[in-house]
């Protein structure tokens, strides 16, 4: 049986695995690979590696549980509850020394994302979230943690990875978006979506996703009472086009603005 009270601890414990696997190769110049032969998908033996020690940790104390991967595939993917884990979440941040990936770590319950943690040990922080509730620990320690309002779009801050992850009718959406913002950035990957947790930004609008991507994000985000879903307003644990907000009402309008093909700004 599953102690659902010992989750947040367990997590913490993954995390911890994954930092020792990955932190000796930061910064050191190690060899970058490519998983694709059309395209730069890069992969190091950090993420292999971490991967790999967050799946014996779990096989070893939950070995009814399923568990999806980036690097290493699936195991049991019909389990009660199944772990959805990105173990280095912006790896050409990684290989260029840029202190702006995380080890993704997500529990989905019948499908439903129901806890998640973004974990960045060279700066040692955790965010983490159950749907219900979202907390951060660093340095300073830990405490809660709450998106902001925005009341309207042409006051938000937001993020995407890159632009060119968007195309044909998909990147005219996106663009009538960061039309209508008051700043926008790039280049973030997971930390885009925990700092509108935070409450430090407002919206994340990505495409092209994965469900390892994303499901770990879920609770962060809806814990700390933002809004989470893919671009027609349901949910995202299966990865794809999504977007984040901060705010509910913002939710809603830059859905709207996805969708609207005849928006004009």
């Not at 962060?220 to 009472?225: H, L, M, R, S």
């Amino acid at each position: 049986m599953t102690d659902l009270a010992a989750l947040p601890a367990f997590l913490d414990r993954l995390a911890s695995a994954a930092a020792e696997a990955i932190m000796p190769h930061f910064r050191m110049r190690g060899s970058v690979e490519t998983k694709s032969q059309t395209r730069f998908d890069p992969v190091t033996a950090a993420d292999r590696g971490a991967e790999e020690a967050i799946r014996r940790i779990i096989n070893a104390t939950y070995p009814e549980h399923g568990i999806v991967g980036e690097e290493l595939g699936t195991e049991r993917a019909d389990a009660e509850f199944v772990w959805v884990i990105d173990p280095i979440d912006g790896t050409r941040s990684f290989i260029t020394g840029l202190p702006v990936w995380g080890t993704l770590i997500g529990l989905l319950r019948n499908g439903k994302p129901i806890l998640g943690m973004m974990a960045q040990p060279f700066t040692g922080e955790r965010f983490a979230g159950d749907g219900q509730r979202a907390w951060y620990s660093g340095p300073d320690g830990e405490q809660p943690i709450s998106t902001r309002p925005c009341a309207a779009l042409a006051e938000a801050s937001l993020f995407t990875t890159t632009p060119a992850m968007f195309s044909g009718a998909d990147r005219q959406s996106y663009d009538r978006v960061e039309k209508s913002v008051r700043l926008a950035r790039y280049g973030c990957d997971c930390y885009a979506y925990c700092m509108v947790a935070a409450g430090n930004a407002d919206v994340v609008v990505e495409a092209g996703l994965q469900a390892y991507d994303i499901v770990a994000l879920i609770p962060i985000v809806e814990g700390a009472g933002g809004r989470l879903t893919d671009w027609q307003g349901n949910s995202a644990a299966r990865g794809g086009r999504v977007v984040a907000s901060g705010d509910a009402n913002l939710h809603e309008r830059v859905v709207e603005i996805l969708n609207d093909t005849e928006f004009a700004g």
